[in-house]
């Protein structure tokens, strides 16, 4: 692969919104991306494997529950510097974002937040500092879009729980230590259990032949009448509200995310363009591609604008689940379109792995697909706007 040589574009000099800390942790987070994750990157998706390597350096630049207090492990920050986290770390990857998206939202802030204090003590210092990695368990094969249908289920048997089911495609489900799982009780209601490695009965066999995140490891979660102890169910939230509140956050985490895959793109094929001569000329002297890179920058710009004012309504706790719904989906699809053109900017060159593009490209796919499809976006827009729920 190429050095790598990004600049982040910023238009409209949104660097001015930010404070001293957002941009101190979001250059260290931009620095260590490009010292730790360009070199290795390509090779870990040509390979399908994830970088375990990094796992280290995930954790020391707050990677991993950045707004998770410092006394559990946490590095304390507000909701625009774990935006920023996320937007530098998928500039590299978006499936070593996913990683970080899913140990951070969907692991450490369902402990954080239903979880009893024994159940914060244990687990999310090892989780900031990456000595523990987690999991979230809530797709299932007959349940997508759908989870409130979930079939997997668990049944008191005195001294402990009785886990039985199944859950599909769940990132990091091959190495992680722990799952956090959704299962209904014996009056269909939903909780989320602790689920750990070792635990009889439970494997996460891999799932292989993806095309897109490959970088990230995906699999199942097996549960064959296995024992949870007790103490391993979070008491503090119930119902599906309690996985999609943890979705919320992941979700706005992937708003600022895809700005950062979108970036990439488009500063890669800007520099491209500049130095690419065809009929005698750059290509980037021709209207043609101007009108690309040109528009590009105008939707990055007006996804880095959503994403930033999102983070002032979640800093100060009154962004609504649709509000973030509107910038998933439009992000994500910002960045999807900038990839496709961007790749086409680098005519053959564009294909292959010299750059990063075409993984960008096939990441979004996966990215445009999960914690929600962008569909399933729409329809939470739509309900929003008229009060009716069409899906
Ligand atoms: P509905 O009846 O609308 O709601 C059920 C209860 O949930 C509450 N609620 C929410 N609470 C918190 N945050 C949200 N975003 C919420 N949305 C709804 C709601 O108020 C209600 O509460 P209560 O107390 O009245 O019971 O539920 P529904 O069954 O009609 O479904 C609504 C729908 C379609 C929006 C929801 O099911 C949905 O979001 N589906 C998409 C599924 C999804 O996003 N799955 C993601 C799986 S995890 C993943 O993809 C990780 S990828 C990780 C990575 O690698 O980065
Ligand atoms: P389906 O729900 O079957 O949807 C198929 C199509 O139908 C979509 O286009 C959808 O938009 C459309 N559709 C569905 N319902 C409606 C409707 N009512 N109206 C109109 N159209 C509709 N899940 C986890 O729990 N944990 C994870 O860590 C995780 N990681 C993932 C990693 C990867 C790489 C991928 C690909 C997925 C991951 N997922 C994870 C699962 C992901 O959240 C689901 O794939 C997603 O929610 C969609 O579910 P589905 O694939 O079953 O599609």
């Known amino acids: 692969m190429k050095p790598d040589l990004f600049q982040a574009p910023d238009y409209y000099n949104l660097d001015e919104l930010l404070t001293d800390e957002h941009k101190m942790v979001r250059d260290a987070a931009r620095e260590w991306v490009k010292r730790e994750v360009s070199p290795i990157i390509e090779e870990a998706a040509q390979k399908a494997e994830f970088p375990k390597s990094i796992i280290g350096g995930l954790a020391e630049i707050g990677a991993f529950g950045p707004y998770i207090p410092e006394e559990y492990g946490g590095a304390g920050l507000d909701q625009i510097s774990y935006g920023l986290i996320m937007q530098e770390i998928e500039r590299g990857d978006s499936g070593v974002r996913s990683t970080a998206s ?67 495609w769940i990132s990091n489900a091959p190495f992680a230590d722990i799952a956090i799982v959704w299962a209904k009780n014996e009056e269909g209601r939903i909780h989320g259990l602790i689920v750990e490695r070792g635990m009889e009965g439970f494997s996460t066999p891999e799932t292989h032949n993806k095309w897109s995140l490959r970088a990230s490891a995906t699999g199942e979660l097996i549960f064959d009448n296995v024992k949870v102890p007790k103490e391993n169910l979070m008491p503090n939230k119930s119902g599906l509200g309690a996985p999609l509140g943890c979705l919320d956050s992941a979700r706005f985490g992937i708003a600022w995310g895809a700005i950062g895959a979108a970036m990439d793109c488009y500063d890669t094929a800007l520099r491209y363009s500049k130095e690419r001569v065809q009929f005698d000329k750059p290509i980037g002297g021709k209207q043609l591609q101007q009108k690309k890179l040109a528009e590009m920058i105008t939707e990055i710009t007006k996804a880095q604008l959503m994403a930033w004012r999102l983070g002032v309504l979640r800093n100060e706790g009154k962004a609504t689940s649709a509000q973030i719904s509107m910038a998933k989906r439009n992000n994500v699809e910002m960045a999807i379109n900038i990839a496709r053109e961007a790749r086409q900017i680098l005519g053959g060159m564009g294909i292959t792995g010299e750059y990063s593009i075409m993984r960008h490209m096939m990441n979004l796919e996966s990215v445009i697909t999960y914690e929600g499809t962008h569909d399933i976006h729409l329809l939470i827009t739509g309900m929003d706007i008229t009060g009716m729920p069409a899906f």
């Open 102 to 168: 899913v140990q951070s939202s969907l692991v450490m802030y369902p402990i954080f937040k239903y979880g009893t204090e024994e159940q914060k003590q244990k687990y999310l210092p090892k989780l900031a500092s990456g000595e523990m990695m987690g999991c979230f368990g809530l797709t299932e094969p007959d349940y997508g879009s759908n989870p409130g249908g979930m079939v997997t289920n668990f049944k008191d048997k005195g001294d402990h729980y009785l886990l039985n089911g199944a859950k599909m």
